[in-house]
C-alpha cells in the first residue's frame, strides 16, 4: 500500500539518513528538473462516461453513503446500549459494588478504632487539665493570703512609723531645734565617720570612733 | 436537521487489507490499523483474512469477526474499499457501488487476461474468470 519512501526532510526528496547498498527508492521527479523528451507533448487520455452512467453512479454512491452513516449511528448507540447493560458493564458494577461494601465496612472498623484511641487520650487529657487547674487554683488562694498577709505586716510598719501628727507637731520642732543634724562628715570604705580634720582612723581615740554599719 | 445527528470524527484508525504471503502468493489480513502506519507495522487488532488464491473448490476464502468489525466501526474507524466490498457481499454491510459498477462492467466487455487463474480440471470453469 504505502511504499516504503525515502526522508523527506525540508522538502528534500530522495535522500536517505540510512545508508543502505540496495537501489535507491524513488519518491518523485525532483521539482526543477525538466519534462521528460517522450513526455513533452502527451495529452492524457480522459475517460468517457456517458451521462446516464454518471447519474447511475453517483446514485449509488449516494444511496451507499446514506446507508453506511445510518449504520455507524447505529452502530453507536448499539455500543452505549452495550456498555450500559452488557455483561461485561454488569460485572463491573457488581465488582465495584462489593469493593465498595468491603471498603466502608475497613473504613467503619478503622473509625471505631480511633475513636477508641481517642476517647482513651481525652480522658487523660482532661485528668490532666483537671488536676492542672485545681492546683492553680490551691495556688491562686496561697498567693491571695500570702499577699494578705504582706499587706498587713506593711500597714503595721506603717502604722508604727513616728508620723507627726498635729498635736506633735510643736514639740517636734523644739526636738528638731534642739537637735541639729550635722551631714557634713566623710566616710571610708570601712564605714569609719570622719568629722572633724583627721584623715586616719587611727588619730583619732577609742571612745570617739564612729562606725556606720551596713546590715 | 445535521445538527441533531451527532457527526463522526475521525479517530485515525482504519480497517483495511494488509498484504502478507509471499511472491506469487498474496495473502491479506483485514486488521484494523491507524492510518498513518505502514502495511507492516503495528497491527491494533486483526479481525479477518482474505485469500486472493482460489482454492481447490475453486473459492477464495474470506473471515471476518463481524463483532469487532462493529465495534470499531461504532468507535468511528475508517473502511476501505476492498474490505467495504467483502463485507457488503458477506451481507454485514450494504452492496458497495464498485461491486455493481465493476459487474456491469463485466457483462459489456469480455474479460482480459489475468495472472491468477482458477485451478482448471477440479471445479466447473467460471465463465467470467475475472471474478
Given amino acids: ?215 | 436537521m445535521a445538527s441533531a445527528i451527532p457527526t463522526f470524527t475521525k479517530i485515525g484508525k482504519v480497517i483495511r487489507l494488509n498484504k502478507h504471503g509471499c511472491t506469487n502468493r498474496p495473502f491479506y489480513h483485514i486488521v484494523v490499523q491507524k492510518t498513518r502506519d505502514n502495511f507492516d507495522g503495528p497491527v491494533i487488532e486483526q479481525v479477518g483474512s482474505y485469500d486472493a488464491m482460489p482454492n481447490s473448490q475453486n473459492e477464495k476464502l474470506v473471515a471476518v469477526n463481524f463483532e469487532r468489525v462493529q465495534y470499531w466501526l461504532a468507535q468511528g474507524a475508517g473502511i476501505s474499499n476492498p474490505v467495504a466490498q467483502l463485507l457488503g457481499l458477506s451481507g454485514f454491510l450494504p452492496n458497495h457501488p464498485q461491486t455493481l459498477i465493476q459487474s456491469w462492467k463485466n457483462r459489456r466487455e469480455p474479460p482480459r487476461e489475468r495472472k491468477l487463474q482458477p485451478i482448471k480440471g477440479i471445479a466447473p470453469p467460471l465463465d467470467n474468470p475475472k471474478i
Fill in chain 1, 1 to 215: 500500500m504505502f511504499a516504503r519512501s525515502s526522508s523527506r526532510i525540508f522538502n528534500v526528496i530522495n535522500i536517505s539518513c540510512i545508508q543502505s547498498r540496495s537501489a535507491r527508492a524513488w519518491v518523485r521527479k525532483p521539482l526543477g528538473s525538466p519534462m521528460a523528451k517522450s513526455k513533452m507533448f502527451r495529452i492524457a487520455p480522459k475517460k468517457f462516461i456517458p451521462a446516464d452512467e454518471k447519474a447511475e453512479v453517483k446514485r449509488l454512491y449516494d444511496n451507499y453513503f446514506h446507508q453506511m452513516k445510518s449504520l455507524r449511528h447505529y452502530f453507536f448507540e448499539q455500543s452505549l446500549e452495550q456498555a450500559e447493560s452488557g455483561e461485561v458493564a454488569q460485572m463491573k458494577h457488581r465488582l465495584e459494588e462489593e469493593e465498595h461494601i468491603r471498603l466502608m465496612e475497613e473504613n467503619r472498623l478503622e473509625n471505631e478504632k480511633t475513636a477508641k484511641l481517642r476517647e482513651e487520650k481525652l480522658k487523660i487529657q482532661a485528668e490532666k487539665t483537671r488536676e492542672n487547674i485545681l492546683a492553680s487554683l490551691i495556688n491562686k488562694e496561697e498567693e491571695t493570703r500570702q499577699y494578705e498577709i504582706q499587706i498587713e505586716a506593711f500597714l503595721e510598719k506603717q502604722k508604727a512609723t513616728p508620723f507627726i501628727q498635729a498635736e506633735n507637731i510643736e514639740k517636734a520642732i523644739e526636738e528638731a531645734l534642739a537637735n541639729p543634724v550635722d551631714f557634713n562628715f566623710a566616710i571610708d570604705l570601712d564605714g569609719y565617720v570622719y568629722r572633724g580634720r583627721e584623715t586616719a582612723i587611727e588619730k583619732i581615740p577609742e571612745e570617739e570612733r564612729e562606725r556606720l554599719r551596713s546590715n
